[in-house]
Structure formats: structure tokens, C-alpha cells
């Protein structure tokens, strides 16, 4: 990977090898590999490439696990502009948006944890200028997934179940997130979004309907 030089697909092999090397239990490698990592991050295409990783399920489960770390800290550091970068292109912005709902749905719990939480911050930056679909694109894949499982036998439901649940994850954190931001505009665009459009199906598992309301009814009595 030369300096100055957008990643793409192409690199994604050998991105997938830097966090590898970044696990490594031998020090030198390992350093080295924070090296180039540290190198690199904030450069175009780099988000793109770890969401890549993050939803190969070809790659290791520790190096999707850290592609998701670096995903969460680069979205936190260079989503918006900063005085010694630029940022992240609206166009890459606009992909990457799409590919964070993509991501969802992880059976493993760490790597869900970690892509809820750049949804949630992606959210907090965005919503709802840049992405004002966030919650019917949000609420369309809960359809779909709870009409499938529904439709489908016991053992063939489990993915869609999977989808239910961490869609609901996700909207917990997105709401927790929005909810403390403290701006009279922002605090609108949060109290426009009714409860009800989010905990509106039958299929909505009790326990994460509960986080969802109580991240905003706590909002809307401003206790938060």
C-alpha cells in the first residue's frame, strides 16, 4: 500500500493480512502491522475496505473482530472533517451508509456490539440530513425478515430471526445515541421519530422494545 494512494478492493487481501499481523502473539510483527495500520487509516477507501472485512465470512473471526474495532474508531475520528484531514468523501459516506445496515445481522455477539455502535455514532452525525432513511431502511429490513420468519419452519426462521434481533440492537443504540444530543434542532428531529414506527410489529421481542422506549420516552421527559 503506497502513501497517498486510495485503497479499493484490490487491497483488501492484504489489509486482510495487517490485521492479522496486528494479532499476532510475536511483538515485532505485530507492531509492525500497527504500524502500517496507523499509516493508513483516515485514507480513502480504508472504511470501505474494513466493512469488507467486517462481512467476509471467509476471514478469520479475530480479524473481522478488529476490522470492526478500526471501523468504529475511523467513523469516530474521520467521519466529519477534521483541521488535519478532510474527512471522508460524501460519496464514500453515501456507500458506506448502505453497507453499515448490510452488516447487521452478525451471529457473533463482539462484532454486532461493535457495528451497532457505527450505525449508532454514523447516526448521531447524520440523521436526519444526510440520512434521513435511516429508519424506514431500518424498519423495512425488520419486515421483511419477521414476515420470512414467520412464513418459514422453526429451523428455517433462524436467520430471520437473527435479522430481528439485531435490528432491534441496532435501534437501541441509535436512539441512546441520538437522544444525547442537546441542539433544539436535533432534539426535534429525534422527538419526530413516534415510538410507534419503531416498536410496531408483533413479532418485536419484548426485552429490546423495552430499550427502545426507554431511550425515548427518557428523551421526550428529558431526563436524558
Known amino acids: 500500500m503506497a502513501n497517498n494512494v486510495h485503497l479499493s478492493e ?3 487481501p492484504q489489509l486482510l493480512q495487517l490485521l492479522q499481523g496486528a ?3 510475536d511483538a ?9 495500520l ?7 477507501g480504508y472504511c470501505s475496505c474494513l466493512a469488507a472485512v467486517v462481512g467476509s465470512q471467509e476471514a478469520e473471526h479475530s480479524a473481522r473482530w478488529l476490522a470492526a474495532v478500526q471501523l468504529k474508531n475511523n467513523v469516530n475520528k474521520y467521519w466529519r472533517p477534521r483541521y488535519d484531514s478532510g474527512g471522508l468523501s460524501a460519496e464514500e459516506k453515501a456507500y458506506l451508509r448502505g453497507r453499515f445496515l448490510q452488516l447487521v445481522a452478525q451471529d457473533d455477539n463482539q462484532i454486532a456490539v461493535q457495528v451497532a455502535l457505527v450505525v449508532a455514532k454514523v ?3 447524520d440523521f436526519p440530513g444526510q440520512w434521513p432513511t435511516l429508519f424506514s431502511d431500518l424498519l423495512a429490513g425488520l419486515a421483511a425478515a419477521q414476515a420470512a420468519a414467520c412464513a418459514g419452519s422453526v429451523a428455517g426462521s433462524a436467520p430471520s430471526m437473527l435479522v430481528v434481533r439485531r435490528t ?25 421519530v ?8 408483533a413479532a418485536a421481542p419484548q426485552e429490546q422494545l423495552q430499550q427502545c422506549g426507554v431511550a425515548f420516552v427518557c428523551y421526550t421527559a428529558g431526563l436524558c
Open 10 to 12: 484490490a487491497d483488501i
Open 23 to 25: 494479532l499476532s502473539p
Open 28 to 36: 515485532p510483527t505485530q507492531k509492525q502491522a500497527e504500524a502500517v
Open 38 to 44: 496507523a499509516s493508513i487509516q483516515g485514507r480513502t
Open 123 to 125: 447516526a448521531r452525525f
Open 168 to 192: 432491534y440492537f441496532v435501534l437501541h443504540h441509535v436512539l441512546k445515541e441520538l437522544s444525547s444530543k442537546r441542539l433544539a434542532a436535533d432534539q426535534q428531529a429525534f422527538a419526530e
Open 194 to 201: 413516534r415510538l410507534q414506527e419503531l416498536a410496531g410489529t
